[in-house]
């Protein structure tokens, strides 16, 4: 399995039996002339995790990928017409077996703030994009975490203790585009995290194989 990351939340993913882009969002780049996509998905309706004009381009692109979202996000994505999924669901998507996973809900970030819905996307049993929420995977073994590691929502101690209790072989930092120093979460997290887990910051634009 290959995997590209286009900063924040945007990750590329190649099964190498379907390829799949999740959260191509506004703080993101790179992204827009990707072709050969069986699907594009989103976990929640937030502009950092999708770009409605970003979209209509990859779609153009990719005539017949799929489009998969929560209800939420679908309601708002104006003449883009997607398949809605739920926490529970699984798809085929190309060659892969995609399982939506978590509680539904975006992770809290302040009791005054309205929660919108979250899906977490667990590919093929072995890589997990969670969206803004850290919920286990529901497998024992996961190869592959992309982790968010910057956010309202989150405090390092939270991203470790999500970390160590998945517990993955490899772990990817993602939705770093709200801090100024990536690297400084990011160092807390790789000291802090299993011993056996694998910390891998791949290049912008880069494939890389988990």
Same mark, same amino acid.
């Given at each position: 399995?290959? /995997? ?18 999740? $959260? ?52 708002? /994505? ?26 539904? $809900? ?21 890589? /997990? ?24 929502? /989150? ?34 997290? $790789? ?17 890389? $194989?988990?």
């Amino acid at each position: 399995m290959q /995997l590209t990351h286009y900063g924040h939340a945007c990750v590329l993913v190649d099964t190498g039996a379907a390829r799949l882009l999740f $959260d191509p969002g506004a703080f993101s780049s790179g992204f827009t002339g990707l072709q050969g996509l069986d699907a594009i998905l989103v976990t929640h309706q937030h502009v950092d995790h999708v770009d409605a004009d970003a979209l209509r381009t990859l779609l153009r692109a990719n005539p017949d990928a799929a489009l998969v979202t929560d209800g939420q996000t679908a309601g708002q /994505l104006d003449g883009i017409d997607a398949r809605t999924a739920a926490p529970g669901d699984v798809l085929a998507l190309g060659g892969a077996e995609v399982t939506v996973v978590g509680s539904g $809900d975006h992770a809290q970030i302040h009791p005054d703030i309205p929660l919108v819905a979250n899906n977490g996307y667990l590919v093929d049993g072995a890589l /997990l994009h969670p969206g803004d929420a850290y919920v286990p995977p529901g497998v024992d073994e996961l190869a592959t975490l992309l982790l968010p590691t910057g956010a309202p929502w /989150l405090k390092v101690s939270e991203a470790v203790d999500y970390l160590r209790s998945v517990a993955p072989r490899t772990v990817v930092p993602i939705h770093e585009g709200t801090l100024a120093d990536p690297a400084l979460h990011h160092r807390f997290v $790789d000291q802090l995290k299993p011993d056996a887990t694998t910390f891998l910051v791949p290049d912008r634009e880069t494939a890389v $194989d988990v």
